[in-house]
């Protein structure tokens, strides 16, 4: 397809990992990023990969990237409530132009 | 500043009437960024200026859409003959020079609607 895929909802027990997917379309993306939406607030970047990478981490954030398939995965290890939220894969199709799925709601039960 | 700034945050308005939004970016930042999110989709690019220049315009979706930079720094988009169909989030980031794996700092937004 043409558009970044990504799962609409995502719930997890408090203390369990989250896991979020997203297929991409441009394979000459250079880099692939996680951004973070609250409730009533802008964007909020959470972290980027290099195309040239197969994973990063950062903290609680693990990010793996199978380029063969396009497909883009953030994993946050112990949820927290606070981290519900909608978070947007983006892939830059250009240099500077982001192209973003249509999000994934995490809720986080308590 | 302390961070990408638009206003005002809210706007409604009438079908018909004319709207401008503002978007002040982080001091020093060159490439500046507008985006469109409606309610349930992610965020759509709509255009990207390097200093005063729009650089790219592709994602304005037709003429009522018009954005300036007259000075490098604040922006202004401006709607015309507003449609029902233009009620959205209209976001703004901004970015250190636009080059590529730069992060974007986005705005608030303004959410629009239009009755």
């Known amino acids: 397809g043409e558009d970044v895929e990504q799962s609409l909802f995502l719930s997890v027990r408090e203390g369990d990992s989250s896991v979020i997917n997203c297929t991409y379309t441009d394979s000459s993306s250079t880099y692939l990023y996680w951004y973070k939406q609250e409730p009533g607030a802008g964007l909020q970047l959470l972290t980027y990969?290099?195309?040239?990478?197969d994973m990063k981490q950062d903290q609680r954030l693990t990010v793996l990237l199978n380029k063969k398939d396009k497909h883009l995965s953030l994993r946050i290890a112990d949820t927290q409530t606070g981290d519900s939220a909608i978070y947007f894969c983006a892939e830059t199709p250009g240099s500077y132009q982001l192209t973003f799925g249509k999000g994934t709601k995490l809720s986080v039960i308590p | 500043g302390a961070g990408v700034s638009q206003t005002p945050s809210n706007k409604v308005t009438e079908k018909g009437k004319y709207v401008e939004l503002r978007c002040d970016p982080i001091s020093g930042h060159t490439a500046l960024y507008w985006y469109r999110q409606s309610l349930g989709q992610g965020p759509e690019f709509l255009i990207y200026f390097q200093g005063t220049g729009a650089a790219d315009d592709s994602g304005l979706p037709n003429d009522r859409f018009f954005a300036v930079r007259p000075e490098g720094s604040v922006s202004t988009l401006k709607i015309q003959r507003t449609e029902r169909g233009d009620s959205a989030v209209y976001l703004c980031?901004?970015?250190?020079?636009?080059?590529?794996?730069?992060?974007?700092?986005f705005g608030p937004g303004t959410r629009l609607l239009v009755l």
């Open positions: 990969i290099f195309s040239n990478m």
């Open positions: 980031a901004s970015s250190s020079r636009g080059a590529g794996g730069e992060t974007q700092y």
